[in-house]
């Protein structure tokens, strides 16, 4: 089991910067993997699931959505159980909850589907 908390949202006008933090702790251990894909994922209005970026602990390799990676860097701290997602020239289509997951997993699988989920922050950009 992992528990994550997101902090960093915010409210900022159109082409504004922002970087998310996620906290993550492992409660229990998992059989499966000591090996960790953490992803970022968004909610918007519309309520459908977008994935922004992901990180595998093991090798720190990343992987983003479409169109994320021109605009977003996700990047794990190396010495603590944090991962950031910095975001760039930030549009109002941007506007979401953003939340930070994490899967157990044996190698980066990118942004499919994973078991554990923080609170959210919420992100909303103003023209």
């Known amino acids: 089991e992992v528990q994550l908390v997101e902090s960093g949202g915010g409210s900022v006008w159109a082409g504004g910067s922002l970087t998310l933090s996620c906290s993550w702790t492992v409660i229990m251990r998992d059989a499966y993997s000591d090996e960790y894909c953490l992803g970022w994922f968004r909610q918007g209005a519309r309520g459908g699931r977008e994935g922004v970026a992901s990180v595998f602990t093991g090798d720190g390799g990343t992987d983003y959505g479409d169109r994320m990676k021109d605009r977003f860097t996700i990047s794990k701290d190396p010495a603590k159980n944090i991962i950031y997602l910095q975001m760039f020239n930030l549009q109002p289509s941007d506007t979401a909850t953003y939340y930070c997951?994490?899967?157990?997993?044996?190698?980066?699988w990118g942004l499919g589907r994973y078991r554990y989920r923080g609170q959210g922050t919420q992100v909303t950009v103003f023209t």
């Open positions: 997951e994490a899967e157990p997993c044996l190698t980066n």
